[in-house]
């Protein structure tokens, strides 16, 4: 398939790369900007204010920038913005922002967003997600980079799922996330460090282990969360990634699973 199909309805106002590729009955709204490379599959609907970036494909029967689910929304401008090479498959709902959200949802590149995903409006999502079939964010959530959604799982409006981190199928997560934790069950309970992610992304055997210590820490040596973290940064001797574990921790307005 090449160039727009003719049943497919684009409004004169979107912008489309010259060789974007926009299938049948698809439908296309005003403010919508599509990037080189991206395609749009048959009975898509997108529409503005959304910018696309390049290389990005949109299936069949998604809905795609659409206006948010919040009862406070009255019509002002808010967009969605999508980074590059991501895939977006079939019935996936994203909506974009509203005005107590700062007006933007955003994700950012080569994010997996399986069928009936649904992402709502204000949320924050990075690099590299996996969302598996039917997860779901409520508004204003934030998903760091490289985060795994396991089917079915479910996230509560405002959360943090810090990077790395990965929820089990059918995961009901009403607190924060740490990074590189894996979470399961209703309501979401630590299980480990996420083993199987840190060796895909390098981290060496020494660098996996500070981050389990730093685990049984927190979650295994009945501390409070105050003592775990002075006792964490004492051991880190400034390793990155504990850092960026201890950081999270300190910024939880929520507090996290435990």
């Excluded at 160039?3 to 010259?18: C, F, K, M, W, Y």
């Excluded at 049948?24 to 503005?48: E, M």
């Excluded at 964010?137 to 760091?144: K, P, R, Y």
């Excluded at 730093?214 to 979650?219: D, E, G, I, P, T």
């Amino acid at each position: 398939m090449t160039g727009i199909d003719p049943t497919a309805v684009v409004d004169p106002e979107a912008r489309l790369a010259d060789d974007v590729v926009v299938g049948p009955y698809a439908v296309i709204g005003a403010g919508v900007q599509i990037d080189s490379g991206c395609w749009v599959g048959p009975h898509a609907v997108i529409n503005g204010p959304t910018h696309i970036a390049a290389d990005s494909r949109v299936f069949q029967f998604a809905s795609v920038g659409e206006v948010p689910q919040d009862k406070k929304y009255h019509g002002e401008e808010s967009r969605l913005e999508i980074g590059r090479r991501n895939t977006i498959r079939e019935c996936v709902t994203i909506n974009r922002g509203t005005a107590d959200g700062g007006g933007t949802t955003r994700l950012g590149d080569d994010n997996w967003i399986m069928a009936y995903v649904h992402i709502a409006h204000d949320c924050q999502v990075g690099n590299g997600v996996v969302f598996a079939n039917g997860a779901s964010l409520a508004g204003h959530v934030e998903v760091g980079d490289r985060v795994t959604l396991g089917g079915f799982s479910l996230v509560h409006q405002f959360c943090r799922l810090g990077q790395g981190c990965f929820t089990a199928m059918g995961s009901c997560i009403r607190q924060d996330v740490p990074p590189w934790v894996m979470v399961a069950g209703d309501p979401a309970e630590p299980h480990g460090t996420n083993s199987e992610g840190l060796r895909r992304q390098g981290f060496d055997q020494a660098a996996q282990q500070r981050l389990r210590n730093a685990y049984r820490l927190l979650y295994k040596r009945g501390l409070r969360l105050a003592e775990a973290l002075e006792t964490i940064e004492a051991e880190a001797q400034g390793d990155p990634a504990i850092m960026e574990f201890l950081a999270f921790l300190r910024a939880s307005p929520r507090g996290i699973v435990r």
